[in-house]
């Protein structure tokens, strides 16, 4: 499946099959750090990914205020 | 996507999003009313402001500021906006548009200034000219700015999207330094004294996770990629650690932060008030300020006699020197 990571903008191809919460630990990303987003929709740490979705991992920490 | 085993702890419908802190998962609607009452509460526990009061919101174009605003408006209250052109490059093209598109699709009211239009200067130029780092340029720029607007303007209040986040890990920045001034005045809400306006942060009891939700179920489109010049500053660190912390230990941010307001800041409401000091007239602008002539002012005459700086020539500057934010009133 295609993965669209921020800061810097890049794509990445991942294995389907794997959940939101074990993405974001192989991807070495804080849970409290980001939202992962399926097919334009916001989904959950247990939802359960596969090879044709194509998943955004948003960034949610920023460096100035407001 | 296959589906998905969470439910919503409200509703029991397909959940959007886990909140470990909460211990729960949410739906979309479900999420939003959590949202709802958390701003309610902070807004009535430290008496920010009421129905009555006009609001100035400080909007960035980032996802905090755009979510206050929209759930100021949701909640029935008059809210406009300001936004300032920092000229920050391509990130602050960017983000103006996406403060002007919320606006627009919404008909607020939006007011704006641009540095390099009204005052001569940008923040790029501003930190090369006098020797600081890029935030804080950039924040005495803001703080000044808001406050000025809200004077001339008549506003009852200026409104932040400081989010629970920004705040512990600012309290975290403070309290490594135990700098006491600063812990004493790092409030959800400062009074208007000595020429100030009233400040308020209604979004203290709400993660910077739950307000990328908040935008992403509303529709709410911002900047997502972080400011270059913000990139490596220790507020980042800072908030780094904390999640680190609050991976192991959910909750453990709104603990750190909500306890001190609760235990600690009462503590330090004296060497506040003792703190506060006398503050004059600048004598060119007329702001409230220690000194003869206040740090905006100096800034811009520095700096708007300064040949343009693009952003680029403080890329390599601002990265490895840490810049500031670490602490703030």
């Given amino acids: ?19 939101v919460n074990r993405l974001l630990d192989d991807l070495e990303l ?3 750090a980001h939202l992962v987003i399926c097919n334009g929709t916001l989904v959950p740490g247990d939802a359960v990914l596969t090879d044709d979705d194509v998943i955004e991992v948003r960034p949610v920490i920023s460096g100035g205020a407001g | 996507m296959t589906a998905v085993g969470s439910k919503c702890r409200v509703c029991k419908a397909p959940a959007v999003i886990d909140l470990p802190r909460h211990n729960a998962h949410f739906c979309a609607e479900h999420l939003q009313q959590l949202c709802r009452r958390q701003m309610a509460k902070a807004i009535d526990d430290f008496d920010m402001f009421d129905a009555d009061d006009r609001i100035l919101v400080a909007v960035s174009g980032g996802k905090d500021s755009l979510a206050v605003w929209d759930m100021l408006i949701e909640a029935g209250y008059q809210a406009d906006g300001l936004y300032i052109g920092l000229g920050i490059g391509e990130y602050s093209t960017e983000s103006g548009g996406y403060v002007r598109r919320f606006a627009d699709e919404r008909r607020l009211n939006l007011l704006t200034i641009d540095l390099r239009v009204d005052y001569g200067y940008d923040v790029p130029t501003a ?9 804080s340029a950039c924040g005495l720029s803001k703080r000044r700015l808001f406050d000025q607007a809200a004077r001339d303007g008549g506003y009852d209040v200026v409104v932040t999207g400081h989010n629970l986040d920004d705040e512990a890990a600012v309290l975290f920045g403070n ?38 939700a908040w935008c992403l179920v509303r529709g709410i489109d911002y900047v997502v990629e972080e400011c ?7 507020h980042l660190s800072y908030k780094e650690s904390l999640n680190a912390v609050e991976a192991k230990s959910p909750g ?5 932060y909500l306890g001190f ?14 703190a506060a000091g ?5 004598t060119r602008c007329g702001s409230p300020t220690t000194g003869e002539v206040c740090a905006f002012c100096r800034l811009v005459e520095k700096a708007s006699a300064q040949e343009p700086v693009p952003v680029e020539m403080v890329l390599a500057r601002s990265g490895p020197r840490g810049g500031a934010n670490g602490r703030r009133r």
Avoid at chain 2, 228 to 234: H, S, T, V, W
Wanted: with cysteine; glycine share 6%.
């Fill in chain 2, 228 to 234: 270059p010049i913000a990139a490596g500053n220790k």
């Fill in chain 2, 127 to 135: 930190s090369r000219a006098t020797g600081r780092v890029p935030c």
């Fill in chain 2, 252 to 256: 453990a941010k709104a603990s750190f």
């Fill in chain 2, 278 to 282: 006398e503050l004059n007239a600048c």
């Fill in chain 2, 175 to 212: 309290t490594l330094r135990w700098d006491i001034d600063y812990l004493a005045r790092q409030l959800p809400v400062l009074p208007a004294t000595n020429g100030f306006p009233k400040k308020a942060k209604p979004l203290v009891r709400l993660t910077e996770r739950e307000m990328a």
């Fill in chain 1, 30 to 32: 804080n849970r409290e």
């Fill in chain 2, 261 to 274: 307001l609760e235990r600690m800041a009462p503590l330090l409401a004296g060497h506040s008030a003792a």
């Fill in chain 1, 1 to 19: 499946m295609k993965v669209l990571l921020r800061n810097p903008r890049r794509e990445i191809e991942v294995d389907g099959g794997q959940s």
